[in-house]
């Protein structure tokens, strides 16, 4: 039998690794080949998956090390810097562009796994003092303790560790009442791309309280939120907290746990919602009185969470790939609805107020409740994931291939009628990669309430090629990229960037995403990072890196932009 | 037709290793069951040594490098010892099945039956093992002569010339570790003073192959099974109750996924589930108050693994005087004790510290005493407490039945 092609990492200097072992200890070093396979991958990024296709080394790191403390960071970085070498700094995660190195050189996976510590919560500050590896489930059930909690958390929160998602802004489902993560965080100890340590809020002034955002000139630490690592490693937090109106634990199933043979059974699912929260379900005939109600819903102020799902349900809320399918086909989801979470804070009657203006909004509108009158076979359905919104658990249980790639887009709801028309038609263009790649925005849009009042909602499409073949993988890369030229052909998106953070390649290749990121942060690693050597390649390319780009590449993306009627860039005159 | 576990390779677990969403919930405790940030992980293996190759979410990736020839075995050398450093506990594979619908679990035991295949695996610690079985027919190497001494004061029916309703399944370490001899005395006490028709293979009781199922050795297992298998229908068992959760899960749940076999015709009980239904008939009936207050740990093969964990609950809740008090992490989010998965054969440092944190965790409930039905728990939990000098008593469930009757 022919033997496979062996894919082989480039190492360190050994004097190099031998620094670094001092730095942290034998035990918290490695370059076993084994270890840093799994360090190499890739999850919801497609290109990812290619270059594993591709037997390409370059995702493939040096080493991997553990550090345990700000100063073993810096030392670390120090030594990076010393011998030029890039490092990556990581907790855990998918986002696959922050994922893995992206140069063909060794590089240095700086990896928090044991900085997971809570370090402080103040009850009188309403905040927390973390490390970077703490996640929302951690935060939250010693915050809950307190009758306090983080005030919105992602689906996916073990996944989710806090410093990653103030690096990259930090949306999540739920954070209708207090905005995204990122207008949430207090402080910062950052380990700069060169080793110094700069503090962030106001306890970077010396005998001050960490208990503000602000300090004595311009707003540093609105530099660091989206900056993906670029501009630093964020090895201390600290973040508000809110008020916790449920139980100090939160409430189990009543049918108790299940067994690895038994985790089928959808009883192990239905939780009850903690004491003081309540959830609806609503159904609409079209999407245009959707997105009216949407709106109305996120202007009156009530509701923590406001989540358009459409027939994502279908595989949020299915438990085999099969049935996943048989409800997609079936249309067992009404193909617009969307859930509000209220949280009662402080007391039954803000509940029921609740209660009383979203019933006026459904009424006004034309939705239908979902309850045990109007399909209660859908709606037991849909508890499955809708609450773990706010009991911290992910929500995705993504029975079929993996989770690929995401877009997304921001403004006002009626963008959700745009994203569908543009995925309608890269869909219609390209052809789908699996049967949900319709559920989401086709359909209907997915939309997140994410700012109180509904100034902004964003909208994202997922697609689920098979990781196993390259040519599905390469369909699905295409879905992307097309839908990403016509919307910001439209002037409409993509709106991560509008939360703070955005990539590579789209930073530089689709320039119309705005000067901002391309001068000022290209400046600023100049200035950050001399040696380029934190994260390069994620978030922003130097003109460098990007005139390095392969002809190929550059090629294809033009076309891909002209089919999407915008002009070809040149990266040769590139700034 | 699809094929039974143990004749399935990595590669028929292709699509699941591909496919790893990277959402890391096999290292986390499921997020509705966090009570405390101290206790949120599940994964002991990468609770120990935090780099990802060890929780389950490493084997997926690994297996997927070794499946498209990524990388050698000399380029990896420590492979192995990553592949056998998990205790094979199973908080991987629910939570993963949750959400993802794949088994990082029995990813790491093909991985592991790859490795036995290939002459890189298992730890040659578990080599002694193995070599004892062959010889013993147990892994403590221990003649077959010693297998029923712990039952020369009981007058217990001899199943393998006997009639018997009930097989009394002993388990190779309840058998033949001294330390442990109350656990299968009081057992067979218990049960013949509940009217049960109770026998024992006694010298001829050969080992499940749970041991060596675990740590890849499918030949072996196999061999062990289908032996057993035969000697069941030759003396046509119907019912077996067992005190160890390894061979429960075995006797139950693996011995049908041996190639070749056909339905099994017995049913199995652990001894807790046993109890229950004894004490739930009136059968047992407890007259002797035990003024504890006792904290439950879940063996991983028995709870996670079979789903057994109520019954153990019921019969502590039935004796009077005990007040149950519980841990953080229980039932299918149990922390594991460490001793599975032939970690405490070949890495007992490791073993032992994870069953010191588990010791930890049950000392916060304010509990004097921990009380579970694994002999392998027991173990490993003894020798916790040993270096610990921690005053907490360690129970076996038979022990406080025993008592309280």
């Not at chain 1, 919105?152 to 930090?170: M, R, V």
């Not at chain 2, 062990?224 to 068992?237: P, Q, S, T, V």
């Not at chain 2, 921990?370 to 022990?399: G, H, R, W």
Request: hydrophobic residues 35%.
């Amino acid at each position: 039998m022919e033997a496979k092609k062996k894919v082989e990492p480039q190492y360190l200097p050994p004097e190099v690794y031998l620094s670094l072992e001092d730095i942290v200890g034998k035990e918290y070093i490695t370059q076993e080949r084994a270890i840093l396979e799994t360090y190499s991958k890739f999850s919801i990024d497609i290109t990812g998956y290619l270059k594993k296709h591709a037997k390409d080394p370059s995702n493939i790191p040096a080493c991997v090390v553990l550090p345990s403390t700000t100063e073993e960071v810096q030392a670390i970085v120090r030594l990076a810097n010393k011998h030029k070498i890039p490092f990556v700094p990581f907790t855990n995660g998918q986002l696959g562009i922050a994922n893995y190195p992206t140069k063909p050189v060794p590089t240095i996976f700086i990896h928090f796994s044991r900085m997971n510590k809570i370090l402080e919560i103040n009850t009188k500050t309403m905040a927390a003092k973390i490390q970077p590896y703490v996640d929302y489930g951690q935060l939250q059930a010693d915050a809950m303790k307190v009758g306090l909690w983080n005030g919105g958390t992602p689906l996916s929160t073990s996944l989710c560790k806090i410093s990653s998602q103030t690096a990259l802004a930090g949306l999540y489902q739920t954070s209708m009442k207090y905005g995204t993560l990122g207008k949430n965080i207090i402080s910062l100890k950052m380990v700069l791309p060169d080793g110094e340590i700069l503090k962030t809020g106001s306890s970077s002034v010396d005998s001050v309280d960490d208990f503000w955002e602000y300090a004595p000139g311009p707003d540093i630490y609105g530099l660091f939120r989206g900056c993906a690592g670029t501009l630093g490693i964020i090895t201390e937090l600290t973040t508000k907290l809110h008020p916790w109106a449920g139980e100090k634990e939160l409430p189990e199933p009543p049918a108790g746990r299940p067994s690895i043979r038994t985790y089928r059974e959808d009883k192990y699912d239905h939780a009850p919602p903690p004491k003081l929260h309540r959830l609806y379900w609503v159904e609409y005939n079209d999407i245009d009185s959707e997105i009216k109600a949407l709106r109305e819903v996120a202007h009156s102020g009530i509701g923590i969470g406001l989540n358009a799902a459409g027939i994502y349900n279908t595989y949020y809320c299915s438990t085999t790939q099969e049935q996943t399918i048989k409800r997609t086909k079936e249309n067992f989801f009404p193909p617009y609805n969307f859930y509000v979470i209220c949280t009662g804070i402080t007391s039954h009657k803000q509940l029921d107020y609740a209660d009383k203006v979203i019933n006026k909004i459904i009424k006004e509108t034309g939705g239908t409740l979902l309850s045990k009158d109007h399909k209660p076979e859908v709606l037991k359905v849909l508890a499955t994931w809708n609450l773990d919104c706010i009991r911290h658990v992910c929500g995705y249980r993504m029975s079929r291939y993996s989770y690929l790639d995401t877009w997304f887009l921001s403004g006002v709801p009626a963008v959700g009628k745009d994203a569908q028309e543009i995925w309608s038609e890269a869909i219609n263009t390209i052809g789908e990669t699996y049967i949900t790649d319709r559920g989401g925005v086709d359909t209907t849009p997915f939309l997140y309430a994410s700012d109180p009042c509904g100034r902004n909602f964003f909208t994202e499409a997922d697609v689920y090629p098979n990781p196993i073949d390259p040519k599905s993988l390469q369909q699905a890369q295409q879905l992307m990229m097309f839908s990403i030229g016509k919307t910001i052909g439209k002037k409409i998106g993509p709106g991560i960037t509008a939360f703070g953070a955005s990539f590579e390649p789209l930073t530089s290749f689709f320039p119309e995403m705005g000067p901002n990121v391309h001068l000022f942060m290209r400046k600023l690693r100049k200035v950050f990072d001399p040696n380029g050597v934190c994260s390069p390649g994620r978030q922003i390319f130097t003109k460098e890196e990007l005139q390095a780009v392969p002809p190929p590449v550059i090629e294809a993306i033009n076309q891909l932009r002209q089919m999407n009627g915008l002009d070809p860039i040149d990266v040769s005159k590139s700034q | 037709m699809e094929k039974k576990f143990f004749e399935k390779t990595l590669e028929d677990y292709k699509d699941q290793v591909w496919g790893c969403a990277r959402c890391n919930w096999c290292q986390n405790h499921w997020g509705w069951n966090v009570k405390s940030a101290e206790y949120s992980e599940i994964c002991p293996a990468f609770g120990e040594f935090r780099f990802f190759a060890y929780s389950g979410m490493g084997k997926m990736h690994i297996a997927r490098a070794l499946l498209e020839g990524d990388f050698d075995y000399e380029d990896a050398p420590e492979l192995a010892e990553i592949a056998y450093l998990c205790t094979t506990c199973g908080a991987c594979e629910i939570n993963c099945q949750r959400l993802q619908d794949k088994e990082p679990l029995k990813v790491t035991e093909c991985l592991r039956a790859k490795l036995v295949e290939d002459g890189i695996g298992p730890m040659p610690a578990h080599k002694g093992l193995i070599n004892s079985i062959k010889q013993y027919d147990n892994p403590w190497m221990q003649p077959r002569a010693k297998k029923a001494s712990w039952a020369k004061k009981i007058k217990l029916k001899d199943a393998s010339t006997e009639e018997v309703e009930t097989l009394y399944f002993v388990g190779c370490t309840a058998a033949l570790d001294l330390s442990l001899r109350e656990v299968p005395q009081n057992t067979a006490q218990i049960m013949l003073k509940a009217g049960v028709d109770l026998g024992i293979f006694g010298n001829q009781e050969i080992c499940c192959g749970s041991p060596v199922a675990r740590i890849g050795d499918r030949k072996t297992f196999v061999d062990l099974a289908n032996r057993n298998l035969e000697l069941f229908n030759k003396r046509g068992i119907k019912e077996i109750v067992t005190s160890c959760a390894g061979c429960y899960r075995v006797l139950k749940f693996d011995y049908p996924e041996v190639p070749g076999t056909s339905k099994i015709e017995y049913k199995v009980y652990h001894t807790v589930e046993y109890l229950d239904h004894l004490i739930k008939q009136g059968k047992l009936v407890f007259t002797k108050e035990i003024p504890l207050v006792l904290t439950w740990h879940d063996p991983c093969h028995l709870g996670r693994h079979c789903g057994i964990y109520e019954q153990p609950r019921n019969v502590l809740s039935s004796i009077p005087g005990i007040k149950l008090v519980e841990m953080e992490r229980i039932k299918d989010q149990a922390w594991c004790c460490g001793g599975g998965g032939g970690v405490r054969t070949a890495f007992i440092e490791f073993a032992v510290e994870t069953a010191k944190k588990r010791i930890g965790e049950a000392m916060k409930t304010g509990a004097e005493g921990i009380v579970t039905c694994c002999p392998f728990c027991e173990q490993n939990m003894s020798d916790a407490l040993a270096q610990m000098n921690n005053p907490l008593k360690l129970y076996d469930i038979t022990e406080l039945v025993m008592r309280a009757i």
